[in-house]
Every structure is written in C-alpha cells, then in structure tokens.
C-alpha cells in the first residue's frame, strides 16, 4: 500500500475545463513534488514544495498552478491544457532533515487525458 | 539536463544477477546516486542510494567506482517480478535544504524464464 494517495486515478478534460489534482501524505515528511510522465519516457519534475512553501518551479507554463493548504496537502490545479498536456501525474514525499535516506515515496499518479 | 546515462534496454535469466550500469560522470562531491524502478506506469519505487561507499540492502548492492563517475545496481537473483524499468537518478541538493531527483532515462529489464 503506498503512503502517499494521489485523486483521481483518471482524469479526462476539455482545454476549457478547470479540474485539480490532489495529493495526500501522512507520513510528516517535509517536503512534497510534482512530476509529469508522458508515455515511455522518465518522470519529469515540475515542482517541489518545502515546509509548504515553493521551492523549486522548473519553468512549468502557468496554466499548471500548484498549491500547498497544509503540510499534507499538494494540489494541482489545472486550467486551458493542451491535448499535450496528457501524461501521468505523480506526486511524492520526502523527509528532507539530515540523517534521513531522502527516499522519495511516490503515489500511483493521476492519468490525466485532455481532449 | 539529466545526468545519468543507462542502456535502454537489458535482460537476463531468471535466478542469475542482474548487472545494470549507469554513468554519471559530472557528478558533484554533495550530489547522491539513487536507484529506483518502476512497473507498469505505477510509481516508481526505491530501490537504494548511496554517496561515495557501496551500499546493500534486502533488495539489491549498488556498487560506485572510487572516481564516482559511474555505479552498477545489483539484483542478486533476479526473478520474473523484476521486470521493470530502472532509473538511475543523481540527487541534486537545493539552497533551502531541499533537493530534486533528476532520473535519467532509464534501462528496461527483461527477467527470461
């Protein structure tokens, strides 16, 4: 079972829709990432929050808007995509104090389609 | 911009030791080589990680040359459920104290009954 739970598993949108993608973890861990997987290819980091604040935004078009509520919470929220937009979205945990290995622990992501 | 390069594709025999190599030749003195696989599009999943020493765990040994320009994943005994893709990934820490995995491109591991 993973410990961080991602909603909904699938997602299919029109390029006008407003939808959001939601993450949650409940193990305390610190810090929280999105990634984006497009068919056959790595996982893509697109951002990464730390202490609920945006860390890191990896030059990600602003119709993707994360949003950080609480230390569990990560959403993206999702506003006129492309039909490229369509992928994989996973979200992940990490604990980022020392002493820690640092594994990220990943959901089973969101398949999102946009027509 | 990754930072690992893996062969795109490998397999072996069931029950033999599965050898995956990775090169990460620009690696920095701070950056930490994970391993990770993934299944079927699920998420991926941990496998080991390690800085500069080698590292065994119940899952696999990861093995990095003493210049840490490349590393080796190994799967002592492979079995059919290995099949996967595993990334080989270099940990790039962050001015706040957090950090970004950057995954290479991967290698595709068949298991052969």
């Known amino acids: 079972d993973t410990e961080v739970t991602q909603t909904p598993k699938h997602l299919v949108m029109g390029m006008t829709n407003k939808k959001s993608l939601k993450c949650e973890q409940h193990?305390?861990?610190?810090?929280m990432y999105w990634y984006k997987q497009k068919a056959k290819k790595p996982p893509e980091l697109m951002f990464v929050y730390s202490y609920e604040k945006l860390s890191i935004n990896e030059s990600v078009p602003s119709r993707f808007s994360p949003e950080c509520p609480n230390s569990s919470l990560l959403n993206l929220h999702l506003h006129a995509l492309q039909p490229e937009d369509s992928a994989l979205y996973l979200c992940?945990?990490?604990?980022?104090?020392?002493?820690?290995?640092?594994?990220?622990?990943f959901g089973e992501g969101s398949r999102l389609t946009v027509l | 911009d990754a930072k690992t390069t893996q062969p795109p594709s490998m397999d072996c025999a069931e029950g033999r030791a599965a050898n995956l190599p990775c090169n990460h030749s620009?690696?920095?003195?701070?950056?930490?080589v994970y391993w990770y696989r993934q299944i079927h599009s699920q998420g991926p999943q941990y496998i080991i990680h390690?800085?500069?020493n080698n590292e065994t765990n119940e899952m696999a040994s990861l093995i990095i040359t003493e210049d840490r320009k490349s590393s080796t994943l190994i799967l002592p005994h492979a079995t059919l459920r290995d099949t996967a893709v595993y990334y080989c990934?270099?940990?790039?820490?962050?001015?706040?104290?957090?950090?970004?995995?950057?995954f290479g491109s991967g290698t595709r591991l068949l298991v052969r009954p």
């Open positions: 990934i270099v940990r790039v820490p962050w001015m706040d104290s957090s950090y970004k995995l950057i």
């Open positions: 620009t690696i920095s003195g701070n950056e930490y």
């Open positions: 992940a945990a990490a604990e980022i104090l020392s002493g820690n290995t640092g594994e990220l622990f």
């Open positions: 193990m305390g861990h610190r810090a």
């Open positions: 390690g800085l500069k």
